[in-house]
């Protein structure tokens, strides 16, 4: 027996991995199966979306971690011998994956940019970055199941078709975990995604107070964009909502045209504006590693640039 | 009192690595550091120690050359630090580092309390050592952690996840691995670093450790990103920002 399995909380990302995981299963001619959480989600849905077969657990009780589900999958991954399983690389399912991963001896690519099947020597390549973003670096694994992470919209969501038909099975209820989830703060979203957006204005570490940001947004409304942000400005100085934070542990975008304001560009957030079509920054530093990766920068105090750039803009 | 681990990587400096000629990374003049976040976790550590009394051990699994981030860790303050050393704990895959630090722990270090790791290392940045030691162990772990206490035997950790914050509770012993935000490490000074040389050091060799898994995943290539820019400067006269704008302009950018 073989196949490929795909583990997500969610359907929007359980959608994303049943895209690659239909390639990859037609590619090996095998069959595709979906873990699913019985509470949350419609197997059918899955289904009509490239599932053949469907997994459902138990739906976690109030309070319980996911960690419940590590020996469920692990002997269901003993008895049917997958051939791959891949994981949303959200919060929770890169934990389970690095259990799962742990406890079946077996190799786990995080994060992976890229997975294809390679029908040559029959083996799953995988890419991800490296040195944080610096490299990329391309890897198989030798042990079974190959096991992945996959961030959440890294592919398209699959689409519905008429007339598909999967089958569905219950797997055991987990004993509880001794992890318990004691209280849940929802946050809400209260920005824009800005992996759409046509122009980001990303701010850094140059800004030496918070107030000061409304410069940024000032210049991000004159070029009809966004603001975004490096990790200090989000994870250390609260002053943005993680959200908006650009980078290896932020989100990756892909604007027409970005501009840093006081942002060093240091590769981790670098490799986050790599797609997008033209880079500019104002740093004061000529030396600071923005401008290697930048089109156009200038070399000065954002205090005093800014404004003249919205003053220059006004003429345009 | 607690007895806490923080697991440390000593690893490349990715700001000093360069893209050769040919898209290979040059390491030619690269210098080496404490994982950044893996120095929250000392930090936490030592922070976590100031309120309840108790022992902080350091480790790592690494090269002998890694020695000098034994002296670093004990500098941030660490009362002792273990240090499992071969020439050929080099380039280990996560699963292989997660059952030397397992191995370490076990035979060394073992009653403990609480493990503390940083939530991922600044090279390969896999986020996976740290679940998959707990997984070996056989302990709960919580991953992403933003704040940590320990209360009447247990771990009370706030947990970072997509749709905000969950306060999440498990026994001791467990694992945690935090984010950059959980506090800031401390620099360490002259007097620091003259302490840290009198700390004891437990150095355990490979011969020392049951053997060690092969690999799971093999790197096949790993090579440079690409990040092709025209690199031109601009300053800060009014004729600059007017060239500036007007390239925006010509781009069709605004
Ligand atoms: C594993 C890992 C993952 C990471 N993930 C991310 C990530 O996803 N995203 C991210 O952004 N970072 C990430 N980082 C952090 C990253 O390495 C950098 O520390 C961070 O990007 C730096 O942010 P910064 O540019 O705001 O601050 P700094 O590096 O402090 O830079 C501030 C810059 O502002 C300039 N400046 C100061 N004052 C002025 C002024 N008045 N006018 C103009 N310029 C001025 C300075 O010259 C300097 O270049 C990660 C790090 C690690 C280890």
Known sequence: ?316 | MPTIITCFKWVIDEAYIRRGSSGDLDFSAVDYKISDYDRNAIEEAVKLKAVHGGTVASLTVGVPEATKGIKDSLSRGPDKAFFAADASFNNLEPSQTASLLAAVIRSFITPYDLILCGEGSSDLYTQQVGPRLAEILQIPSISFVQKVELKDGKVVAERRVEEGVEVVEAPLPALVTVLPDINVPRIPGVKDTLMASKKPVVTIKKEDLPPFPAPCLETVEMKAAKMDRSCEKFGTDAAEIARFVDVLRKKALI
Request: aromatic letters at 6%; glycine letters at 8%.
């Open chain 1, 1 to 316: 027996m073989s196949g490929i399995w795909i583990i997500a909380e969610k359907k929007e990302h359980a959608l994303e991995l049943l895209t690659i995981g239909r390639v990859l299963a037609a590619q090996m001619e095998t069959k595709l199966s979906a873990f699913l959480w019985k509470d949350q989600n419609v197997p059918e849905d899955y289904i009509a979306c490239g599932a053949d077969e469907i997994m459902l657990a138990a739906p976690g009780s109030e309070g319980q971690s996911l960690d419940a589900f590590i020996p469920v999958i692990a002997a269901e991954a003993e008895n049917n011998h997958p051939d791959a399983i891949l994981f949303a690389a959200t919060a929770r399912c890169r934990d389970l994956a690095a259990r799962v991963a742990s406890r079946m001896n077996t190799g786990l690519c995080s994060s992976c940019t890229s997975v294809a099947y390679d029908a040559a020597d029959r083996t799953i390549k995988m890419e991800r970055l490296a040195y944080g973003g610096a490299a990329v670096q391309k890897v198989i694994c030798k042990t079974r199941p190959v096991m992945v992470t996959i961030p959440p919209g890294t592919f398209e969501q699959a689409k519905a078709e008429a007339g598909r038909t999967g089958i569905q099975r219950e797997l055991s209820t987990p004993a509880p975990s001794v992890l318990k989830v004691i209280e849940k703060k929802t946050k809400v979203r209260e920005t824009k995604d800005i992996t759409e957006s046509r122009v980001i204005v990303a701010v850094g570490r140059g800004f030496d107070k918070k107030e000061d940001l409304d410069l940024a947004r000032k210049l991000a409304c004159a070029l009809g964009g966004e603001i975004g942000c490096t990790r200090p400005i989000s994870e250390e100085n609260h002053w943005l909502p993680e959200e908006l934070c650009i980078g290896l542990s932020g989100v990756q975008v892909k604007p027409d045209f970005y501009l840093g304001l006081g942002v060093s560009g240091q590769v981790q957030h670098a490799t986050g504006i790599r797609q997008a079509k033209v880079v500019a920054a104002v740093n004061k530093d000529e030396n600071a590693p923005i401008f290697s990766v930048a089109d156009f920068g200038i070399v000065g105090n954002l205090y005093d640039v800014v404004p003249k750039l919205l003053e220059a803009l006004k003429r345009v």
